[in-house]
């Protein structure tokens, strides 16, 4: 205990300067996380991720832009376009642009597009984290901006149930006949219900962050398994001990999220896959990085065919997240992202998770190694791969 | 050499677009439970689960791919060495439904030639949330020449016969069903874990 309170102290004393010592705050954090306690997560992320600067006297003006620039993006990448489509659903006659609209520059070209994007984030939105109830509660604090305005914008929860009935329509279209369908809306399935107007489930703020991240960013949009990367910052800042910094969780997890992913970004893109900087690259410096400091491991991996692919693309492009259950692995994420080089350390961290399990590598044949490796949570010790990786980082 | 614990080795793989339930079925089937709240699949996931068949023991391979297009380098290298694949469309979904020709079209690509197929029609249970009609599925199955069924992961509606009906039909063809496999390297098979392997 007196060491976890001496632990404490020290994040007091390195966060207590008006201008924080960035390289003790890192190897502070590396191996043993940042403590929950008195937001000393929250608030060594937000430095670590560069949402906010060293300089402390910066703080307040910084995330007051950030946070502004933030609702001013909700405005224009969900109010706006959600008004349109509301005027349009109720203007009748002339229509210049219409859903059937052929040309490409056709606005609702982009909305049927935008829509399909928004059904993805929803489906994975839906399941994040199920083990945690946390994302199916309400948040204290919904969208105002959003919450404001209901009755004449078209919300991006109604938008899902939106598309949802206009594929039910097409379907009926095309045959010629018509199905007996049940005409009441399609409700989502009952163990996600939706909450009440008014209200909003804490995946909801998720969901909206991963939409605006997407539109902001067309070249890598949405891809599956960024819910998971945001997950965590998101969980971290909304159930902050300090209700200042739980308010604006929304707009501080979406900058902090667009930093990480700025830096993984590359892994996200197929078409870069065999690039210099793509996924397809990484996967074989893990491989060879391994080569040199096991071959007998290697080899054996080599004769199996125990592909880096099969496992290896998952913890490369989350991040490890779902390799390790919340909140237990939060003490250490996104630790290595501490040393400000993810891409690397996270190569070193993959080579050592794999020597630190390879005891059992060596003996199983390849299922019992294909399960050992996609659930390897309860065969190895965090702490001690993270505090190995380090030391080479180092050298 | 330890001893035998299978006399064939079949490798199977679940493609369909995200959300049809393909890690439900993989998981009603290995396991015999059902679990609404899965996370997406990311890449490729995997499970092993061995069934008696016309008195042999066979080893089925199961990978489960992820849905979103961004995968697909990814997991149609897989489609190379299966065996059967087990297509899967959300009945509760038209666009799961519209999306099998494109499916279809990546096995012709990407498979090998002989491989066995089978089109799943998964959430049958929901019935009032219908969107493609059975009759639907039963005509692009035929079309396609390929075995249809309807299935529910959740109430456990034919997950079971899906899988066996495809092995069984990879057994059908397996050249000199009564030899010895070849190729298949059981090295150091733990012989104890008579469930999973």
Known sequence: MAGYQQRLKSFEDILEADVIDLKALKNLCFINGCPHERSFRSICWKILLNYVPVEKDHWQDDLRKQRNLYKQYIEEIIILPGKKMKSKESASGELVDHPLNPNPDSEWRETFRDNEMLLQIDKDCRRLCPDLSFFQQATDFPCEQLL????????????????????????????????????????????????????????????????????????ISYVQGMNEILGPIYYTFASDPDQNYREFAEADSFFCFTQLMSEIRDFFIKTLDDSQFGIGSKMNQLMDMLKELDRPLWQRLQDQELRPQFYAFRWITLLLSQEFQLPGRLAQWPHSGASAQWPHSLTVLCVFIRLSLRHDLLKGDFPNNMKLVQRMESAIDLQQVLAKARELSRG | MAKKTYDLL?????????????????????????????????????????????????????????????????TTSYYRGSMGIMLVYDITNIKTFDNISKWLRNIDEHANEDVEKMILGNKCDMDDKRQVPTARGDAIAREHNIPFLETSAKANINVEKAFMNLAQAILNKTPGRVSEPSGVNIGQQDTSSKRCC
Do not use: M
């Open chain 1, 148 to 219: 404001n305005a209901t009755s004449t914008v078209e919300t991006l929860r109604k938008r899902v149930e939106h598309c949802v009935l206009q594929s039910e329509t097409v379907s009926k279209n095309r045959l010629g006949i018509t199905f007996n369908l049940v005409s009441k809306k399609r409700t989502h399935s009952e163990e996600y219900a939706v909450l009440p107007d008014g209200k909003e489930a804490h995946w909801e703020v998720v969901e909206r962050i991963l939409f605006l991240y997407a539109k902001l960013n067309p070249g």
């Open chain 2, 10 to 74: 079949f490798k199977l793989l679940l493609i369909g677009d995200s959300g049809v339930g393909k890690t439900c079925l993989l998981f009603r089937f290995s396991d015999d439970a059902f679990n609404t709240t899965f996370i997406s699949t990311i890449g490729i996931d995997f499970k092993i689960k061995t069934v008696e068949l016309g008195g042999k023991k066979i080893k089925l391979q199961i990978w489960d791919t992820a849905g979103q297009e961004r995968f697909h380098t990814i």
